[in-house]
Structure formats: structure tokens, C-alpha cells
């Protein structure tokens, strides 16, 4: 496969809002895609053998070089592209675990930075979900749930619930 179908058409993907002590956004402009040239929250596909949870911490320190952990999931995006693809990313709030210095990923990237949410909305080359992000940012963040076994009969290697 290549091109948009190399994923199949299903696709799952992540994206993580970081923000830091002095309430800034990392941001990202990305080299490719339809997010090409904008300011857009880093993001990637998840991986074969990984959850939801471990492939925005992967992304972000490869795209970022910055190490987080998740606070919680704060969306969901989810929509159809053409009418075939179900294209579908969940939004999570991050949190940097050790002092933020950014590492561009510059084979994907044109630029990573900290900015001002206020600044992002006011600029054309800001994502749309930039935009709506903000405008619910006092919404409630959904936390992991970790060490639960719906059954062995499953074969779950890992399992966590975001409530």
C-alpha cells in the first residue's frame, strides 16, 4: 500500500497539548500532510503493541525531543475522509517530566515552539482544532485507570481505562 492507504482505512492517531509554566502551547509546523506550513499540536499514528497512552509519549519525545507523561485524555477528534477513510485522534494533556529542551524532528518538521494560546487563535496558521482546544480548556481531564483485568480470557498485555 502507499500513499493515504498504507494505514488501511481505519486509521488511529494521537496528539498531545503541553503546556508550560509560563502557559504557553508547544506547537509544531509540520513539513507534510494537510497541516503543512500551520501550527498544529504534535501528533503520530499509534503503533502495532501499543496503547493510545504510549504513542503520544513516543511521539512527542520524536517529534519534540521532549519527555511527558499523560495527565489524562481531554478529546476526541474523529471524522471521514472522501468517504472512505474513518480517520479518528485522540487528544490528551501532557505534562513534561524533566526540564523542556526542545529537539526538532527535521526530516517532519519545519519548527517547534512554545506560544501563547492567545496568539495561536489570532493567527491563519493555526490549526482549527487549535482554535476549539482552547475554547474548552476548563473542560475535565479523564485519567488513566491502570491495573484492571477484564479477564484472562482476553490476553490483554496491557489495559487501562480513561474515565
Known sequence: MS???KRGNVWLGVTGLLINAEQEWLVVKKRYGGLKG????????????ETV??????????????????????????????S???DNMLIFLMEATEKQIIKIQEDELFDVQFLDPMELIRSEDSSIMIKYILEKTDAEVKAAIHGINPGDQFGY??????L
Open 3 to 5: 500513499g493515504k492507504n
Open 38 to 49: 500551520k501550527w498544529s499540536l504534535p501528533a503520530g499514528f499509534v503503533n502495532a503493541g
Open 53 to 82: 497512552d504510549e504513542a503520544i509519549v513516543r511521539e512527542m519525545k520524536e517529534e519534540t525531543g521532549i519527555n511527558c507523561k499523560v495527565k489524562g485524555l481531554i478529546g476526541l477528534r474523529t471524522g471521514v475522509i472522501q
Open 84 to 86: 472512505e477513510i474513518s
Open 157 to 162: 498485555t496491557s489495559y487501562k481505562l480513561f
